[in-house]
């Protein structure tokens, strides 16, 4: 079956996308044989639209959430994923990972991006810890905008066993968002991985998520790979914009990319 989305939202259906991804979410657990999915929640835009696409495809008793904050620097985040597993009426735990990242670091050399993935990883160590426990598969909840800019931690939380929202652009997914009924504070929120205090993605990026999806659609529209885009028509958008996502998606392709596999014959 053809689990594609349509291109950008000049002409999307979103009852129509929220349908086939239910399809997608409720056909991949019954053909795995698991008894439900489990992801991390946290209060932000593409976990609760993953939350929410769950529930409906196969009910809130198959769906269990983690909110994995990292000490008392996201009480916000905290109380945006609890309001939204309530709203969903799904089980979820909230389990603080500071001490688990502090304990490591005491035996661990100190740098600030690799403690930063290291909270990313750690928390989907939880994620996949629960799913083992509850015979369930891990949703991830990267979108089609993170994927192509590799804007997201390898094996971190771009580890999944299924991407439900991975072919529709940040801007699409806000806009489902909205027809799904996502809760008003959190569809109000800045995107960001919660790493760090103050963190947006849109601020570390350095572009909006208007501009980067009218980049990246263009691309894959013209369908150019990395560091071959130089016939991809960018008249009306900024260069230093244009540059830095070309940039972003080409030093990050390896992200997407099984590891690189010796072949013996």
Known sequence: MNDRIPRMDRDLDFPQVANKIQGFIARQVRERGVDGVVLGISGGL??????????????????YGLILPDGNIFKQDVKDAELLAKCLKIKYR?????????????VLPRNRLAQLNLVARLRMC????????????????SDKSEVKLGYFTKYGDGAADLLPIAD????????????????APILAK???PSLHRGQ?????????YDVIDEILDRIEQHKA?????????????????VERVLY????NQHKSEMPPVCRID
């Open 94 to 106: 909230i389990i603080n990972i500071g001490p688990l990242k502090k304990e490591a670091l005491h």
């Open 225 to 241: 790979s990395p560091g071959k885009q130089k016939s991809v028509d960018f008249s009306g958008l900024d260069r230093a914009s």
């Open 168 to 183: 529709l652009y940040k801007t699409q997914v806000r806009k489902l968002a909205q027809y799904l009924q996502i809760p």
């Open 200 to 208: 947006t993605a849109e601020g570390e990026i350095g572009v909006t």
């Open 46 to 63: 593409d976990s609760s639209v993953v939350a929410k696409l769950a529930v409906q495809a196969l009910d809130s008793s198959r769906v």
């Open 190 to 192: 800045k995107s960001s």
């Open 248 to 251: 972003l998606a080409g030093k």
């Open 126 to 141: 939880m994620v996949y810890y629960y799913a083992s426990l509850r015979k369930s598969i891990v949703l991830g909840t």
